[in-house]
């Protein structure tokens, strides 16, 4: 009978991690190929863009020793080589999207589980608290594993090309040290989990952590006398690994003690705190917040609301950097062929501030694709979670569900759109650019396309395959990045760059808007989410 018990418990135990695994895992590798292409992109691209030994002497001397661009972007080391530019270009990217991915797949793999009340159940049963949390931490490590393949194998594969010429091993710690970002954060989700007394707590813990280690790193690069900032924060941790630029490895041991320490507390807490409850939830229960929930609109904001704002400050944040560096690179990047000719095959002309800016939102028209299958994989977790089915018991209908989240996605990005236009206007200003509010609000809406028609598709494959729907939409954002960089980059193939959203816009400021490429893109993308929203209205609820 023990022996019976033991193996129930141990299967309960595994079923954790085997559901952690799969549901983070088929995210890690669509992110792993993100940001595995992002650093192979990069790296290919620098022998085009700046193709002469004089460029990119120019290009090491304009930015080198910047210590305002440094704050932004991190510490700027070897620009004339293509390991430098790659480390620059590529690196606090991906560690900022890294990180974000690790923390909300750890809250929602733990804490949004005990919210939606299948920890409670799972623990009534063959299995302890503290075991599940151990698997779920299992589950979580093999998506890691697979974010790190992806982008490891992707960044080896660019270093091999005779024009990059970035060693195995070199590019393998370069992967690994970018990836750390998210296996710490999985591991702080993780904590701020056990003590938050909810999964929207935990993120709003979570992300003050994050932006607190980002803003201490920008204090310790904006000045060198304040170096050793960068070992108060995660972050700067990884900085001090420097891939690539003089390769650090022993500053791996504090990444690896955190990740460890902050695992075993958790599933130590997990253990001896009750299900559903927060470590430092203690005190009276708070009163019940009932705004927004007396209608089926208002409890759709609710429930959006955090990830709405949060994406819409970190677009504006994203615009603001734009305005702040575009005079300086903009004076910096003047007269390198290669960057002007990357603006022209994107459809712009001309140089100076309006030209980078217009560079620039091209690739933040991306970004905005992502929030927007952000919003699909939320729709998604709804249905397979079963809250939909206690709705729609209810006198709810359900095209109007689904019509009221499209909604809020297009929402969104409209509002994160214009938003980003102004913040740049308003950063550009402060340095004396010479890009009006006018031509900065058209570059923001002209964004705002693309993620309209992802958008559409994604409602388009909810309404019909559900439970392909999150790959299929992430599948579309990965596509149309990596077609983007190469189009930057090289004389594609107009075939290729046609299966890309992003490149259906123009480049503006550094060009007048494609009105007529972005009507289409609207429309199709509206009238896909319709054609999604109807086949939704047919087809049976599908759970996880």
């Given at each position: ?22 549901r983070v895992?088929?995210q890690?590798?669509?992110?792993g190929?993100l940001?595995?292409?992002?650093i ?10 700046v193709p002469?030994a004089?460029?990119r002497?120019?290009?090491a ?12 972007f ?15 270009k590529?690196?606090?990217f ?13 809250t929602?793999?733990?804490r949004g ?7 409670e159940?799972?623990?009534?049963g063959?299995?302890?608290?503290g075991r599940a ?8 490590g ?8 992806a ?6 594969s660019a270093?091999a ?14 992967a ?10 999985m ?5 701020v989990?056990q003590?938050?007394?909810?999964r929207?707590d935990?993120?709003l813990?979570?992300?003050g ?6 803003l201490v790193?920008m ?8 170096a050793?900032?960068r ?9 001090e ?9 022993l500053?791996f ?8 320490m ?17 470590a430092?939830a ?5 009163k ?5 929930l007396?209608?089926?609109a ?5 429930l959006t ?28 990047l ?5 960057i ?12 100076g501030a ?5 560079f ?23 249905e ?7 709705l729609?018991v209810?006198?709810?209908e359900r ?11 297009l929402?969104l ?7 980003a236009g102004?913040a ?17 609000v ?11 028609f ?6 388009l ?5 559900p ?5 299929v ?10 077609v983007?960089?190469?189009?930057a980059?090289?004389d594609?193939?107009?075939?290729l760059?046609?299966t ?9 400021p ?7 490429a972005?009507v289409?893109?609207?429309v ?10 109807w086949?939704?209205?047919r087809r049976?609820?599908?759970g996880?």
């Amino acid at each position: 009978m023990r022996h019976s018990e033991r193996y129930d418990e141990r299967g309960a135990a595994r079923a954790v991690a085997v559901t952690t695994a799969r549901r983070v895992g088929r995210q890690g590798l669509l992110w792993g190929l993100l940001f595995g292409g992002t650093i192979a992109a990069s790296a290919t691209s620098y022998s085009g863009l700046v193709p002469t030994a004089a460029a990119r002497e120019r290009l090491a001397l304009s930015f080198e020793g910047n210590t305002a661009w440094a704050a932004l972007f991190g510490p700027l080391r070897r620009l004339d080589t293509v390991a430098g530019y790659t480390a620059y270009k590529s690196g606090m990217f991906v560690i900022i999207l890294a990180a974000i991915w690790g923390l909300f797949a750890a809250t929602r793999s733990l804490r949004g589980e005990e919210d939606a009340g299948r920890w409670e159940i799972l623990c009534a049963g063959h299995t302890t608290r503290g075991r599940a949390a151990a698997q779920a931490a299992v589950g979580l490590g093999a998506g890691f594993a697979l974010l790190w393949a992806a982008t490891a194998l992707l960044s080896v594969s660019a270093g091999a090309s005779s024009k990059v010429g970035i060693g195995i091993g070199a590019a393998l710690f370069f992967a690994t040290a970018l990836c750390s970002a998210a296996a710490m954060f999985m591991a702080i989700g993780m904590f701020v989990g056990q003590l938050a007394a909810s999964r929207r707590d935990a993120n709003l813990i979570g992300a003050g952590v994050l932006a607190g280690s980002y803003l201490v790193r920008m204090a310790a690069d904006s000045d060198p006398g304040l170096a050793w900032l960068r070992w108060a924060s995660p972050i700067g941790w990884i900085e001090e690994l420097r891939p690539l630029t003089g390769s650090k490895p022993l500053a791996f041991i504090p990444v690896v003690a955190l990740v460890v320490m902050l695992v075993a507390l958790s599933v130590w807490i997990a253990a001896r705190r009750d299900v559903g409850a927060g470590a430092f939830a203690i005190g009276e229960t708070p009163k019940p917040r009932t705004r927004l929930l007396g209608s089926q609109a208002g409890l759709t904001l609710r429930l959006t609301r955090p990830t709405v704002v949060a994406w819409t400050a970190a677009l504006v944040a994203t615009g603001l950097v734009f305005g702040l560096v575009a005079q300086a690179a903009g004076s910096a990047l003047r007269g390198i062929r290669g960057i002007e000719r990357a603006i022209q095959r994107l459809g712009g002309s001309g140089s100076g501030a309006a030209s980078y800016l217009g560079f620039v939102f091209v690739i933040a028209a991306g970004l905005m694709a992502i929030a927007v299958a952000g919003q699909i994989a939320s729709i998604r977790n709804e249905e397979a979670s079963g809250h939909l089915d206690h709705l729609f018991v209810r006198p709810v209908e359900r095209w109007r569900w689904l019509t009221v989240r499209l909604g809020v996605g297009l929402g969104l990005v409209a509002l994160a759109g214009l938003l980003a236009g102004v913040a740049a206007w308003v950063g550009a200003a402060s340095q004396h650019a010479d890009v009006g509010l006018g031509e900065l609000v058209k570059a923001g809406l002209n964004v705002v396309p693309p993620a309209v028609f992802v958008l559409g598709i994604g409602g388009l494959v909810f309404g019909i395959l559900p439970r392909a729907s999150i790959g299929v939409v992430y599948g579309i954002v990965v596509w149309s990045f990596l077609v983007e960089v190469v189009a930057a980059v090289f004389d594609s193939n107009h075939w290729l760059r046609d299966t890309s959203p992003l490149l259906h816009v123009a480049p503006v400021p550094a060009a007048e808007p494609n009105v007529q490429a972005a009507v289409w893109l609207i429309v199709l993308g509206l009238a896909a989410a319709a054609a999604g929203i109807w086949s939704f209205e047919r087809r049976d609820l599908v759970g996880a």
